[in-house]
């Protein structure tokens, strides 16, 4: 695949994994049976553990090739674990997965072929049991607060009766929907008083919404455009693909803390040969690193680089391309890269 039929083919799925989402919702909810004992895991080890008891119980995969799944990669082994493939549930695509901040839940959403208007909202967590896999309804690129208490999500436009589309907010149980406000891709600050809420667009808005206040306020950023979709990197600041002249070149940490005035605090890289284009960056505070997907002539691939750092980006998983990924999001310790790809089982290789 060509470095520019795979930019053409990230901008369209990023569009459908992020706008048109919706149900097949199970009257499940999450299982409590481990939380008590283990809410007093450090995340890092509740991380661990839940990555480990993925690979003591490993994720049914389907025969087919070609389908969404949803990995986790190890940062410094360039390991993937396969964390979910709803493909054996009749739902071929999963994308936009995060972490919870405590370590103990996977979050994402699916939905089946040709049908993006159901998706659903998919929780796997590490029960006495192993890994269970949960549905809490209807929506599409969830967000945890930081106490893990709530969720965002975006519901498409009439996609439920009598709900109309934007982002929306729930009980980590699935319990208490109520509408927040105008759609976009939600992500939830450090701080847990805005949610960022993004479009699909080549050069998306970027609006920052107060939690309780329900005000939105459009991110401007003097003399630069953002580009793919950013992440927060800290209270009051994210991580951006940014440029000009059309196009994104830079990476870098943007102060947010006054939104209208925007600013630039660092740059972490500019975007050189051999990767032709960049999107999803996405930055671990606490490993001061910034992971992103990088296009080049033999594919995509997972990289990083390190804040402070002039060296080249890192290639997580040495020598490997795959032809699509997307939507990445670190764990809470840094450790794992939570990504989506149609990679195929490189174990029968």
Same mark, same amino acid.
């Given at each position: 695949?060509?470095?520019?039929?795979?930019?053409?083919?990230?901008?369209?799925?990023?569009?459908?994994?992020?706008?048109?989402?919706?149900?097949?919702?199970?009257?499940?909810?999450?299982?409590?049976?481990?939380?008590?004992?283990?809410?007093?895991?450090?995340?890092?080890?509740?991380?661990?553990?839940?990555?480990?008891?993925?690979?003591?119980?490993?994720?049914?995969?389907?025969?087919?090739?070609?389908?969404?799944?949803? &990995?986790?990669?190890?940062?410094?082994?360039?390991?993937?674990?396969?964390?979910?493939?709803?493909?054996?549930?009749?739902?071929?695509?999963?994308?936009?997965?995060?972490?919870?901040? =405590?370590?103990?839940?996977?979050?994402?959403?699916?939905? /089946?072929?040709?049908? /993006?208007?159901?998706?659903?909202?998919?929780?796997?967590?590490?029960?006495?049991?192993?890994?269970?896999?949960?549905?809490?309804?209807?929506?599409?690129?969830?967000?945890?607060?930081?106490?893990?208490?709530?969720?965002?999500?975006?519901?498409? /436009? =009439?996609?439920?009766?009598?709900?109309?589309?934007?982002?929306?907010?729930?009980?980590?149980?699935?319990?208490?929907?109520?509408?927040?406000?105008?759609?976009?891709?939600?992500?939830?600050?450090?701080?847990?008083?805005?949610?960022?809420?993004?479009?699909?667009?080549?050069?998306?808005?970027?609006?920052?919404?107060?939690?309780?206040?329900?005000?939105?306020?459009?991110?401007?950023?003097?003399?630069?455009?953002?580009?793919?979709?950013?992440?927060?990197?800290?209270?009051?600041?994210?991580?951006?693909?940014?440029?000009? =002249?059309?196009?994104?070149?830079?990476?870098?940490?943007?102060?947010?803390?006054?939104?209208?005035?925007?600013?630039?605090?660092?740059?972490?890289?500019?975007?050189?040969?051999?990767?032709?284009?960049?999107?999803?960056?996405?930055?671990?505070?606490?490993?001061?690193?910034?992971?992103?997907?990088?296009?080049?002539?033999?594919?995509?691939?997972?990289?990083?680089?390190?804040?402070?750092?002039?060296?080249?980006?890192?290639?997580?998983?040495?020598?490997? &391309?795959?032809?699509?990924?997307?939507?990445?999001?670190?764990? /809470?310790?840094?450790? &794992?890269?939570?990504?989506?790809?149609?990679?195929?089982?490189?174990?029968?290789?």
């Amino acid at each position: 695949m060509t470095a520019r039929a795979v930019g053409t083919t990230i901008l369209g799925l990023s569009i459908v994994l992020a706008v048109y989402r919706s149900p097949l919702a199970q009257e499940a909810r999450p299982s409590q049976t481990a939380r008590g004992e283990l809410g007093k895991e450090t995340p890092a080890k509740a991380v661990g553990r839940l990555v480990e008891g993925l690979r003591q119980h490993p994720v049914e995969r389907s025969a087919v090739e070609g389908l969404g799944r949803i &990995y986790a990669l190890n940062v410094d082994t360039g390991e993937a674990t396969l964390v979910a493939d709803e493909s054996v549930r009749g739902l071929p695509a999963c994308g936009s997965p995060t972490w919870s901040h =405590d370590g103990l839940r996977i979050l994402f959403d699916a939905f /089946p072929r040709g049908r /993006p208007q159901f998706a659903q909202l998919t929780l796997i967590e590490l029960t006495e049991a192993g890994p269970t896999v949960t549905s809490l309804g209807t929506g599409n690129c969830p967000t945890f607060s930081p106490d893990d208490k709530r969720i965002a999500f975006l519901l498409g /436009p =009439d996609v439920l009766q009598d709900a109309p589309g934007g982002v929306w907010m729930m009980q980590a149980d699935g319990s208490g929907r109520h509408r927040l406000g105008a759609g976009g891709r939600p992500r939830w600050s450090p701080d847990g008083h805005q949610l960022m809420v993004v479009d699909s667009s080549t050069t998306p808005e970027v609006t920052l919404m107060d939690v309780k206040l329900e005000k939105s306020v459009k991110l401007q950023l003097s003399g630069s455009s953002i580009y793919a979709t950013p992440s927060w990197a800290g209270p009051g600041r994210i991580i951006a693909l940014t440029g000009s =002249d059309g196009k994104g070149d830079t990476l870098a940490l943007i102060d947010v803390s006054d939104p209208r005035e925007a600013k630039v605090k660092e740059v972490l890289w500019k975007k050189k040969e051999p990767i032709i284009e960049v999107s999803d960056p996405v930055y671990s505070p606490s490993r001061r690193e910034c992971a992103f997907i990088g296009v080049t002539i033999d594919g995509m691939a997972l990289y990083s680089v390190r804040q402070g750092k002039p060296d080249p980006p890192k290639q997580l998983e040495r020598d490997a &391309y795959d032809a699509l990924i997307w939507d990445l999001a670190f764990s /809470p310790d840094g450790r &794992y890269v939570l990504f989506g790809s149609t990679r195929p089982d490189r174990r029968r290789r």
